[in-house]
């Protein structure tokens, strides 16, 4: 059974960073596409980087430039740091698998997410 345990949220000041990790349990996960979601207060999950097993990054216009999405396949952990973060970066951040999905993906629940909040 897979487990998802993000950490690393915490209140920070406009312009500051955070280091986001995602540790994985239960599978390895060096064949999967990986990614970051966040779900600002009242809305849904959206995505917002995404890696893929070869290491490919991609992001929503939202972050790109700011977030870098990473991978340790050894350490079976997944990355986000975030810089120059602004007030609409507010949100609890999720990870989960990426947008390509392989048969037998064991990737089937959220975990808890780590609130990350933006504000003076």
């Known amino acids: 059974q897979v487990r998802l345990v993000e950490s690393g949220g915490g209140l920070v000041q406009p312009g500051g960073s955070l280091r986001l990790s995602c540790a994985v349990f239960?599978?390895?996960?060096?064949?999967?596409?990986m990614a970051w979601y966040r779900q600002p207060p009242a809305n849904e999950k959206y995505l917002i980087a995404n890696?893929?097993?070869?290491?490919?990054?991609t992001y929503d216009d939202l972050v790109k430039g700011r977030f870098t999405i990473s991978r340790d396949n050894a350490k079976n952990t997944i990355y986000l740091q975030m810089n120059n973060l602004k007030f609409e970066d507010t949100a609890v951040y999720f990870c989960?698998?990426?947008?390509?999905?392989?048969?037998?993906?064991?990737?089937?629940?959220w975990g808890q997410g780590t609130q990350v909040t933006v504000s003076s």
């Open positions: 989960n698998s990426g947008v390509r999905h392989l048969a037998g993906d064991p990737f089937t629940s």
């Open positions: 239960g599978t390895e996960i060096s064949r999967y596409d």
């Open positions: 890696i893929t097993s070869a290491g490919t990054t």
